[in-house]
């Protein structure tokens, strides 16, 4: 879903009359903790998908310390009030994990209307790696994915406030930064 929002921030960057080089210029602290994060939360999809099964009882700890990282760099980045909106998605997003055991929850109903069935019943597996089905015992669900784009959107997505506060913050981050050009850039 960040793709999403990424894109929009462009167009509407470009709408705006700015450039998509001039967010080179956005003076961001702490990068390669963002970049971390999100690689750590690849490296331990792939590797279970790979077959490594020993890292499987470490998953929900090294998914909690991805967000860390993001909250870290959120903190770093304070002085730009878009990293603040994101970081407060970040957030969101953190107190449903690791209220509910390291898994994000998500509300079966999402998952049966975009999915069926058949998506509803492999949730019910409890295989998934980083999600699991809200239930009544589930801690602050309200935080958890329970929001769908319905079609014409063009993928099957089920999503967060979490999610949205992120992509708004990455919409008008990355839109600034086009239209600003070198006056992004900040000191210390």
Do not use: C
């Amino acid at each position: 879903m960040l793709l999403d929002f990424m894109l929009l921030g462009i167009v509407i960057g470009w709408l705006r009359g700015g450039r998509l080089r001039h967010v080179a210029s956005l003076d961001l602290r702490w990068i390669p903790a963002i970049l971390a994060a999100f690689l750590l939360q690849s490296a331990v999809s792939l590797a279970i998908q790979w077959g490594s099964v020993a890292l499987v009882p470490y998953v929900p700890y090294l998914y909690l310390f991805s967000f860390l990282l993001l909250l870290a760099a959120v903190w770093m980045n304070r002085d730009k009030p878009e990293l603040l909106v994101m970081g407060a998605g970040v957030l969101a997003n953190f107190i449903a994990i690791a209220a509910n055991g390291g898994k994000m929850p998500v509300s079966a109903e999402a998952v049966l209307r975009l999915g069926g069935p058949g998506a509803l019943r492999r949730m019910e597996a409890g295989t998934d790696l980083f999600h699991q089905l809200a239930g009544s015992s589930t801690r602050f669900a309200f935080l958890g994915d329970w929001l769908t784009l319905p079609p014409p959107y063009p993928r099957t997505i089920v999503f967060s406030v979490g999610d949205v506060l992120l992509g708004v913050g990455l919409v008008f981050l990355i839109q600034r930064a086009m239209k600003a050009g070198a006056g992004t850039r900040s000191s210390g």
